[in-house]
Each structure stands twice: as structure tokens, then as C-alpha cells.
């Protein structure tokens, strides 16, 4: 471990050679979802000795992120396959650098502890929340169609997470689809449960994107911090404990809420793009043009850059 990071340095300080001191390497930014990229990195100690400034950029969920990004806003940001096919479809640049594999997915369908809904087919004629375009978006999709259940005979409302988290407690909504730690928050605080998760239902990958600008002047601080990402998922296979705590201390999510939904977080960061997390993006891609979420059918492969590759 401690060679794979020496070595990974030592790439960002090649590419350096010649351009004068560390101090002059751009500031790299960073796109976030409620902090966590940044959490994991700070426990792991991997925000020591950065070789240039990382400037943070928080986001309660992927969308906004993607926006940013393409208005060039941010250069990097780690966000679902779906939420990147859905600003694909509309139009956005951007390419995904770096991938990672969910060993479990993360995000489920919650109901009412007492409502009358216990399979997904009981969710026709039901109103059913979530973010467009997000992986609460993929995840109703995915489970409809597995459950034999036509999409119109549901209805979606467009919320942000806090809003659908609102109107389900008021009845407003049926379900809420979303993702940890959102849904663990939903299972201790509000008592809801889990009707369907994404497990079993629909694979998913994380897209790690970034810009056309950024991958043209910033390639060594993009390779370093998704190397850097990758040590400290590693770090936290081993300290679960330790990243809920942090998580919690930081972004103020109750612990028990960030002990839950580390718990059963199974994150890979891969060493380089592969065919297999293609396939997965394509099968997403192809899943929401067929249910009418997205107007044309989106290609995805050449929006990967494959040159991006970490020592394994």
C-alpha cells in the first residue's frame, strides 16, 4: 500500500518536472455528494501532502453536480451511471475517468412501516417519490419492469430528497426512492421500511467526471485523487467503524444512521475502466430509454476515457 502511494506521487511529481514548483500545479475541484468523498479521504489520512489544493464543492445529490460540471464549474465529481445517462441524454460533456463497483447497491424503494404495500406490484395506482433521473429513478424503473408492472401505471413526482422525505411522512407520497443514507435515515428516524432495494434488481457503477478542460490541463491531479480515493476505500473495508464515525462527526449525520448505511456499503474503486462497467452503463442506459426517461438512446462508450489507469 505504501509503494502504491509513493508511486502515485511520484507520477504527479514526473509530470511536474519542468513546470516548476508543486505550488504552481492548479487547484483541483471537487464536486461532492453531502460530503463524502472528502470525510473518507480526511479519515483516511489521505488529504495529507496533497501536492496541490483541492477546492470542495458540496451537493446533496448527483444532479446539481453534473450541472456544475458542465458548466465547468468543477472539474471532478463521483456520481451513479444513471444520473450520468440522464445528462448525456440532455446534452452534457463530460467523461468518465474512473468507475467504481457496488458489491451492493445502495438505494431502495421505503414505504410507511404500517402501509398496505408489500411487493412491488402494490405500488400501481401508488405515488411514488424521487429524484429525477437519480438511481431512486433507475431503482423504480428496474424493479416495475421486473415486477411485470407497466411504468404509467405509477405515479412518479419529482422531488428533491428533502422534499420527498417530507411528503411521505405526510402521506403526500407512497414510496420514496433514494439512496444511504438517505434510507437508513428513513429506517431508524422515521421507521419506514424497505420494500425493494437495488440489490438483486438493477447493477449500478459510479462514474468518477470529469471535464473535457479537465482532462486536458489537470491530468495529474485527476490521476492522484482518484488514487487517492481508491486507498482510502481500501482503509475503509478495514474501518467501518472508523468512516461512520468520521462521517458522522463531519457532516453531522446521527451515528447510528452512518454506522447503517456503512455497514453495508461494499465499494471497489477500479484500477481502470473495464469492459464490464461499460456493459453496466450501457444496460442502464438502454433500461431508461426503453421506459421513455430518456428521449434518445445514449451510447455510452466513448464518453469513457480509458487512459486513465492506477498501479493495481
Not at 419492469?145 to 407520497?173: E, H, M, N, R, W
Request: net charge negative; hydrophobic share 50%.
Amino acid at each position: 500500500m505504501r509503494r502504491f502511494k509513493a508511486v502515485a506521487l511520484g507520477l504527479v511529481l514526473a509530470v511536474l518536472a519542468g513546470h516548476g514548483s508543486t505550488a504552481e500545479l492548479a487547484a483541483l475541484r471537487v464536486g461532492d455528494q453531502r460530503g463524502a468523498v472528502q470525510v473518507l479521504l480526511k479519515a483516511a489520512g489521505e488529504l495529507e501532502h496533497v501536492p496541490y489544493r483541492i477546492e470542495w464543492a458540496l451537493f446533496p445529490v448527483g444532479a446539481p453536480l453534473v450541472e456544475a460540471l458542465n458548466a465547468d464549474a468543477i472539474d471532478f465529481g463521483y456520481v451513479g451511471d444513471a444520473t450520468t445517462t440522464f445528462a448525456l441524454a440532455a446534452g452534457a460533456r463530460l467523461k468518465t475517468i474512473n468507475v467504481w463497483d457496488f458489491g451492493q447497491g445502495g438505494a431502495a424503494i421505503v414505504v410507511p412501516e404500517k402501509a398496505p404495500i408489500h411487493a412491488v406490484a402494490d405500488l400501481r395506482g401508488r405515488r411514488v417519490g424521487l429524484v429525477r433521473g437519480s438511481p431512486g429513478h433507475l431503482l423504480v424503473v428496474a424493479a416495475l419492469k421486473q415486477a411485470g408492472v407497466p411504468l404509467a401505471d405509477v405515479t412518479l413526482v419529482y422531488l428533491s430528497a428533502a422534499d420527498a422525505k417530507a411528503a411521505l411522512g405526510s402521506g403526500s407520497i407512497d414510496a420514496w426512492a433514494i439512496w444511504d443514507p438517505y434510507v437508513a435515515a428513513a429506517q431508524i428516524q422515521d421507521h419506514m421500511r424497505i420494500l425493494v432495494g437495488s440489490q438483486g434488481t438493477v447493477r449500478e457503477v459510479e462514474c468518477g467526471v470529469a471535464s473535457d478542460s479537465a482532462i486536458a490541463t489537470k491530468r495529474a491531479q485527476l490521476i492522484d485523487f482518484i488514487a487517492r480515493v481508491r486507498r482510502a476505500y481500501a482503509w475503509a473495508e478495514a474501518h467501518r467503524q472508523e468512516q461512520a464515525e468520521a462521517y458522522a462527526r463531519d457532516t453531522g449525520t446521527p451515528l447510528d444512521v452512518a454506522v447503517l448505511t456503512f455497514s453495508r456499503q461494499q465499494v471497489t474503486v477500479l484500477p481502470a475502466v473495464t469492459d464490464d462497467a461499460i456493459a453496466v452503463h450501457q444496460a442502464v442506459a438502454d433500461l431508461y430509454f426503453d421506459a421513455g426517461v430518456i428521449p434518445t438512446r445514449v451510447d455510452v462508450a466513448p464518453t469513457y476515457d480509458r487512459s486513465f489507469t492506477l498501479n493495481p
